[in-house]
């Protein structure tokens, strides 16, 4: 049986199909031969991937070193300069865990956070937060303690980058080295340890794979968790409800509902109810991340910033445009989904709802970048478009430092202006914007996706994969319809 009637035959060799994977591999003794003998070591594409985010990670956390040895502590623009700034030290006395207040009922002292009253943190990740705190030693000064708060933390995130990169080296079976995209880029090396948002990637890629092997409702279930842990997990529904939809597959998208919702109501209920007055109430704590989401003004690296400093304009209305346009962008993706002439892959539609997110949001730190890169390792396995993307989020990782550098040290000479720090966000969301439109391309042709070129059709859309379409618009139904006649025509040809 050949590859094309049978994806799961023998694994892709990069080497054989990306031209910059094949130049690469020069450095280790060129492609592999047609003769080699693959699976037959103890080295497999797991374990592999699993050492190269362990080592790159590591590269990161020497990249924090200058930091680490006073950059957080003495003299602000320091961290910024060397673009090792980190929000991990500087929170553990801000939000209270050095004087083990409990995150969301107890509020924090005002000389210690400086204006917020509780942790603005989703629950999981605070409960995240929380356990590295009791991990940490109490002795000491406290920038010390402040160390090895980070180290610890750096320690449980290291944990969630090989769960990642492992996550998606399983979720394609026949592609196992993609996983690399992930081990191998550099903005999740330098942006690791800057927050916590590791944490809930780990499990979206972990809902990911539980979804790519038929498992609707483990992937719910993982899906409320990153939910409860970062919002931007719960998009994802959003490509599964429209591909279900697409191929009839309602049981499938109900389980897995069921099991976000559920997943999440366990960890938050028990810090979102309080009881006072002889009745339940919504705790002031736990209504802090979304409060502080809401009011939230025009912030680092989005559009709407560049449109606020050219114009002079505070933007008080940017949340309506800015839930204007993400509501355009997830039409867009919508008709992507029902209209294309084959059905979409689910990892094509989750990194555009991500990326819309991403592009229309009123802040974008750093380390948001985490949020995209296993899903274009998914989405589009190439590594030249997957380098230029790289290529730009880097340049916008040291552009927003270099930025705070200049506005923080009072020198003008040193750092980059605003209009500097202007064409940095432009790279960033001008990069995004090309993989999107790859991406796109390949929904809208097919025969131009780098997964589907094999004869796959959707390896991580489990009971998605090669079903067939029971409801479909515009091009997608005039296919449907020639096929169809061509079906019935072949069959009467026969008789």
């Not at 995209?181 to 972990?206: E, G, Q, S, Y």
């Not at 209305?317 to 839930?323: F, H, L, R, W």
Request: aromatic share 12%; charged share 15%.
């Amino acid at each position: 049986m050949s590859v094309r009637e049978d994806p799961q035959a023998q694994p892709v060799r990069p080497t054989a199909e990306d031209s910059v994977a094949a130049a690469a591999s020069e450095v280790i003794g060129g492609p592999a031969g047609r003769r080699a003998l693959l699976g037959t070591s103890w080295w497999t594409p797991v374990r592999i991937i699993a050492l190269v985010a362990i080592g790159m990670f590591a590269l990161g956390m020497v990249q924090k070193l200058p930091c680490y040895d006073g950059g957080w502590f003495f003299g602000a623009t320091t961290q910024y300069t060397h673009a090792c700034y980190s929000d991990i030290p500087h929170l553990y006395s801000g939000r209270g865990f050095a004087i083990d207040l409990v995150p969301y009922f107890n509020r924090i002292p005002q000389d210690v956070s400086g204006g917020m009253d509780y942790l603005e943190y989703p629950v999981l990740t605070g409960l995240f937060m929380e356990v590295a705190s009791w991990l940490t030693p109490q002795g000491g000064t406290m920038q010390h303690r402040e160390q090895i708060y980070w180290m610890v933390n750096a320690g449980m995130l290291m944990v969630c980058a090989v769960v990642i990169a492992v996550c998606v080296t399983r979720t394609h079976r026949q592609r196992p080295w993609d996983g690399l995209f992930v081990a191998l880029a550099p903005a999740f090396a330098l942006t690791a340890t800057i927050n916590w948002d590791l944490f809930a990637v780990a499990l979206m890629a972990a809902a990911m794979l539980r979804w790519s092997r038929g498992r609707p409702l483990g992937a719910g279930i993982m899906l409320g968790l990153a939910t409860a842990a970062k919002f931007y997990p719960l998009l994802l529904l959003g490509p599964l409800f429209l591909l279900c939809l697409r191929a009839g597959r309602w049981r499938a998208f109900w389980s897995a509902t069921g099991g976000a919702v559920a997943a999440w109501l366990v960890v938050n209920l028990p810090v979102m109810i309080s009881w006072r007055d002889g009745g339940p109430h919504l705790r002031e704590g736990w209504k802090m991340f979304y409060t502080f989401s809401q009011e939230r003004p025009v912030d680092f690296g989005s559009l709407w910033l560049i449109i606020s400093q050219r114009s002079g304009s505070p933007m008080d209305d940017v949340n309506t445009y800015a839930t204007a346009l993400m509501v355009l962008s997830c039409a867009g993706v919508a008709a992507l989904a029902l209209c294309a002439p084959r059905r979409p892959r689910l990892a094509q539609l989750a990194f555009l709802i991500v990326a819309a997110f991403v592009l229309t949001n009123k802040v974008y730190s750093p380390q948001y970048v985490l949020w995209l890169i296993p899903l274009a390792a998914l989405a589009r396995p190439r590594w030249r478009d997957f380098l230029v993307w790289q290529a730009c989020e880097v340049m916008y990782f040291l552009g927003i430092w270099m930025y705070l550098a200049y506005t923080g040290s009072g020198d003008k000479h040193r750092g980059l202006p605003p209009e500097g720090y202007q064409l940095a966000i432009a790279l960033h969301l001008l990069g995004t914007l090309y993989l999107c439109a790859l991406v796109v391309r390949d929904a809208l042709m097919p025969e131009r996706d780098p997964v589907r070129q094999d004869g796959s059709d959707d390896p991580s859309g489990g009971m998605l994969d090669r079903a067939p379409d029971m409801f479909v618009l515009g091009e997608a139904r005039r296919t449907a319809q020639y096929e169809g006649a061509a079906m019935i025509k072949w069959g009467a040809d026969r008789d």
